[in-house]
């Protein structure tokens, strides 16, 4: 129900109450004029009567009293008037008239009592006010009653009824009533009249103001509210629609730079507050993202948190992650959550010829939810799901001006409308997750760097440096023997000199190669120097140690180095050394097998020498 039409009926059941009391108080105000106005006229009646009466009696004409009483009656609404004589009277001057004598029940009581009686009655629709008043014998009056009547002071004499007819006062009455309902329901009209008018302004804002509300709940803040009045009404009005307009310009303003960022446009039929509100919420997630991932230590922790992102919060349960690798090379990084998984989703051809990956290729997001089989290289899993297919999308995450890496989500045909809602938010995560990863392929890089050999791709001496303290604890715990062997190529100064520093480095790969080929995975093989190379055999004793690096010795003397314009043959020389058999340390082992390189040098090189401690005693001074 509307304001005014509560107000209306509000005032409405009002003006019923008023009416109803005004009309009860009328009636009630009437009735006591009408009883206290015709008892004071009886009064006044009676009194005439008896003074007429006694007037009579002195004057000799009481005979004549029955003429009087009827004239009496010409009075206007004086309906009748009778005297009665009391059985006093009756005793001492006869019964008189007849109609002295009939005397009805109220009458008697009065002649009884001498209290008078009023009564107010209805005869026949007239209402009719009765009053019948004692005549009191009294010595102190004018003239003396006791002089005449012979009974005593106080005695009743005789009573006079009174009727007077209420009519006329009852139709002046009730006109006058009439005319004050009237009136009054005129004045309350015009009250509820003036009040719709001054209540119609309110009602009508009122409901523009919640139809707005409504329209701005649905995200719409173009509406505004007719201002109609210049009071506070009014004011509400203006007040409001600069609210509006004002939210309107900063919602208008925040979603078209919130679109900006997420490349993503709130559809027509949308509640644009609410698209705003989420767009909002998903850029600061991923900002949260991006500062959690920063503090991650490896890529591969990124891509577990952003596999569980996809899952938990997308929904997206298929899923690969691929790295680049060189210019041709994809590395799947993770693939359903799992790091390091099989390719899966896509031709495996992918992972050595990385251009047959439309979005690596391309460098453009793949869209295979509105286009399934856009991509000939998605190979989903058709098994059992020829109702539902499977449909892709992948996004290439540009690094470095290239693309670093490629992220594929996969969901059914079912849920394909659903993914493409989310992709946008999806991507925010990636735009936040390019640079970080990039950053931390660069350290990763960088650290790999620094500790391999570039021109071998053999570890390093700082590898062996912030190895060396995991080896031991590994050889303490499984209780196994280290064999050092320094590897040192004979008179490589020679071939230097003689063929030039280029050949030298050639020579220098070919003995990593020979040597990355005589080891097991097991063992480590470190450029330990210019031309100087470090082994450690892991579970092996001296006879396995010497017998590995005699093999090492045979196939480089057996070894022909291709060089512009022909071969070479060079030799080795290598010292071994056991941990822990020859000392408790590492690095006193290590000098040891350089005790035992330097004697292989001393005797001809080309040759295998196994550490004996009285090497170290001889050449004391010298190390
Ligand atoms: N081409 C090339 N030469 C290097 C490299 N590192 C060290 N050398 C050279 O290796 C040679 C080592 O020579 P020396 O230590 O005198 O020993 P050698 O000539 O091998 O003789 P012996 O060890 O006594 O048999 C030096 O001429 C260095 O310049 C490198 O990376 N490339």
């Not at 939810?369 to 190979?379: D, K, S, V």
């Not at 990039?438 to 570890?459: F, I, Y």
Request: negative net charge; proline residues 3%.
């Amino acid at each position: 129900m509307t304001l005014n039409r509560k107000m209306t009926l509000l005032l409405g059941l009002v003006a019923i109450g008023v009416l109803a009391m005004l009309l009860l108080i009328s009636l009630v105000a009437f009735r006591s004029f009408s009883i206290l106005s015709s008892t004071a006229h009886v009064q006044t009646a009676a009194e005439i009567v008896r003074v007429h009466l006694t007037e009579a009696m002195i004057t000799g004409v009481i005979d004549k009293r029955e003429q009087f009483l009827e004239r009496l009656t010409e009075i206007r609404d004086l309906r009748d008037a009778r005297v009665v004589r009391s059985p006093l009277v009756v005793d001492q001057f006869g019964v008189g008239l007849a109609r002295e004598m009939v005397a009805d029940e109220i009458e008697r009581r009065v002649l009884a009592d001498g209290q008078p009686r009023f009564e107010l009655t209805d005869e026949r629709g007239e209402p009719v006010f009765r009053g019948t008043i004692p005549y009191i014998a009294t010595a102190l009056g004018t003239p003396n009653c006791l002089q005449c009547h012979h009974v005593e002071e106080g005695a009743v004499l005789g009573a006079v009824t009174i009727e007077l007819s209420l009519a006329a006062l009852q139709r002046q009455a009730i006109a006058a009533v009439i005319v004050v309902l009237l009136a009054v329901t005129l004045i309350i009209l015009l009250a509820i009249l003036g009040a719709r008018r001054l209540i119609g302004p309110i009602g009508d804002t009122a409901g523009a103001i919640g139809a707005l509300v409504q329209r701005a709940l649905r995200g719409d803040f173009k509406g505004r509210v007719t201002q109609r009045t210049q009071d506070e009404i009014g004011q509400i009005a203006a007040h409001t629609n600069q609210l509006v307009a004002f939210l309107d310009q900063g919602l208008a303003r925040i979603s078209e730079r919130v679109t900006q960022l997420m490349g993503r446009l709130p559809q027509q039929d949308e509640n644009q507050l609410q698209a705003t509100i989420d767009m909002v919420d998903g850029l600061a997630d991923a900002a949260r993202f991006k500062a959690t991932i920063e503090e991650d230590e490896t890529k591969t922790e990124i891509y577990d948190r952003f596999g569980q992102l996809l899952m938990d919060d997308f929904g997206v349960h298929r899923f690969s992650f691929y790295e680049t690798q060189g210019p041709k090379r994809l590395i799947p990084m993770a693939v359903d959550g799992e790091i390091g998984g099989s390719c899966h989703w896509c031709d495996p051809q992918i992972l050595v010829r990385s251009d047959t990956c439309r979005a690596k290729r391309s460098g453009h997001p793949v869209d295979g939810l509105r286009q399934p089989g856009i991509c000939y290289a998605f190979r989903p899993d058709e098994a059992g799901r020829s109702s539902d297919p499977l449909r892709h999308y992948c996004f290439p995450i540009i690094q470095s001006g290239a693309v670093g890496s490629v992220i594929q989500l996969v969901t059914t045909a079912a849920d394909a409308d659903a993914l493409q809602d989310r992709i946008p938010y999806i991507q925010i995560y990636l735009r936040e997750m390019a640079p970080v990863l990039e950053a931390k392929r660069l350290t990763e890089t960088l650290r790999e760097s620094a500790l391999r050999d570039a021109m071998t791709g053999l570890n390093n001496r700082r590898f062996l440096e912030e190895y060396v303290d995991t080896l031991i604890a590994g050889a303490r715990r499984r209780n196994i023997r280290l064999a050092l062997l320094m590897v040192d190529l004979d008179y490589f100064k020679m071939v230097n000199d003689t063929y030039g520093h280029d050949i030298g480095d050639t020579v220098l790969k070919g003995l990593a190669g020979i040597l990355k080929q005589a080891l097991r995975a097991s063992d480590v093989l470190v450029r330990f120097g210019g031309e100087e190379f470090l082994i450690v055999l892991q579970e092996i004793d001296a006879d396995g140690a010497l017998a590995v690096a005699e093999k090492i010795r045979a196939l480089v003397a057996n070894h022909r180095f291709r060089i512009a314009g022909g071969t070479l043959q060079k030799t080795v020389s290598i010292g071994v050394a056991l941990f822990p058999d020859d000392s408790e340390t590492f690095w006193q082992t290590l000098k040891y097998a350089d005790v035992a390189l330097y004697r292989a040098k001393e005797d001809g090189r080309d040759r295998v020498v196994r550490f004996t401690p009285d090497m170290w005693e001889a050449g004391a001074d010298i190390y």
